[in-house]
């Protein structure tokens, strides 16, 4: 079983809908971490959070420590959200040493 | 353009071969990461450092090795190349540690292709 697995795998939505990728981690961890991996390759830090909420534009991350999950919620979803989102952790012994998920693809059609 | 450039872009090489990736970090960081994308085992950590120091180590095979110079940028020399080894590899930076809320910034990444 891997330590971060997110769901669901592959996801399509039509432009405007409301997006939710799920993440639940097995280890202890200092901080969880979403990137975007655009169509391209290139990877960007969305968030990095250790409690609560964090919020950018249309995205939202939330993470609950005890549960061992995050969520990161896109609003009023664009064709520009197509990419790849990956949820990472960093553990609690090795703070800079990251733990990646398999990765969410996300399609939106105008 | 996240400021943190790595070169080459594209390395088409033969089993057995020896490569070396480069990476230049933002300006003002000291962190240096390597990361490992391939298509069966997804995005792997590989190794970090900081200011010339390694401080974090993951699943980097013997065959590989880095290093961060004194200004800052970094290679990644991998060796005795075998199929498997053909990945995307990215470098990224941050100002400090990621759990005093640094901020990781990716390279663009080296696609490495092994025949």
């Known amino acids: 079983k891997n330590e971060v697995e997110q769901s669901p795998q592959n996801l399509t939505a039509q432009e405007g809908e409301f997006i939710t990728i799920n993440c639940s981690y097995s280890v202890g961890i200092s901080a969880l971490h979403w990137l975007q991996q655009h169509p391209g390759g290139g990877i960007v830090s969305l968030f990095m959070?250790?409690?609560g909420k964090k919020k950018h534009g249309r995205l939202i991350a939330t993470i609950n420590i005890q549960e061992k999950h995050s969520s990161l919620h896109i609003t009023a979803s664009h064709p520009r959200d197509s990419a790849v989102y990956i949820c990472?952790?960093?553990?609690?012994?090795?703070?800079?040493?990251?733990?990646f998920g398999t990765g969410t693809r996300l399609q939106v059609f105008p | 353009d996240s400021g943190v450039t790595q070169t080459p872009k594209h390395l088409i090489t033969a089993t057995g071969q020896r490569v070396t990736l480069r990476c230049s970090p933002r300006s003002g960081d000291l962190s240096v990461y390597w990361y490992q994308q391939s298509l069966d085992q997804g995005l792997q950590f590989l190794i970090q450092?900081?200011?010339?120091?390694?401080?974090a180590k993951g699943n980097i095979l013997e065959r590989f090795s880095a290093q961060q110079f004194p200004d800052l940028h970094s290679e990644l020399n991998l060796s005795s190349l075998e199929l498997g080894d053909s990945a995307l590899y990215f470098c990224a930076s941050s100002v400090g540690a990621l759990v005093f809320g640094g901020e990781q910034f990716f390279g663009p990444g080296t696609r490495l292709t092994v025949l």
């Open positions: 959070l250790s409690s």
């Open positions: 450092y900081y200011n010339g120091e390694e401080r």
């Open positions: 990472a952790v960093s553990s609690s012994y090795n703070t800079d040493k990251l733990i």
